[in-house]
């Protein structure tokens, strides 16, 4: 199995910027796709960017696009999201996913996902 792990959350003032990081271990040969998810209070988990094995592809929540940009490197079996221009409707916890790659995948299901880390609070004041 795959395991991730999330860091880089906290607490910024709106317009601040944060970048968040997933390490995955375990059997990261597997790993297609991966990810960043994100819920709110009371709200259902909802996609916030995805990018495929080489990087060359990215998707974005249209409430994201400019301000967000994912990245990956392989060699450290890493994903991060560079948060810039943070609203306090960015106020969520984030979660990393990543595909395996003898399943199929979505661009913006979380359904497409097969594993998750356990999350990292993002909290975006006035």
């Known amino acids: 199995q795959v395991q991730l792990v999330e860091s880089g959350g906290g607490l910024v003032q709106a317009g601040g910027s944060l970048r968040l990081s997933c390490v995955a271990s375990?059997?990261?040969?597997?790993?297609?796709?991966m990810g960043w998810f994100r819920q709110a209070p009371g709200k259902e988990r909802a996609f916030v960017a995805t990018?495929?094995?080489?990087?060359?592809?990215?998707y974005y929540a249209d409430s994201v696009k400019g301000r967000f940009t994912i990245s990956r490197d392989n060699a450290k079996n890493t994903v991060s999201l560079q948060m810039n221009s943070l609203e306090p409707e960015d106020t969520a916890v984030y979660y990393c996913?990543?595909?395996?790659?003898?399943?199929?995948?979505?661009?913006?299901?979380?359904?497409?996902?097969?594993?998750w880390g356990k999350g990292t609070q993002v909290s975006v004041s006035l």
């Open positions: 990018i495929n094995y080489n990087g060359a592809d990215t």
């Open positions: 375990g059997r990261t040969f597997s790993i297609n796709a």
């Open positions: 996913a990543a595909d395996n790659e003898a399943y199929g995948t979505s661009r913006t299901a979380s359904r497409g996902m097969d594993y």
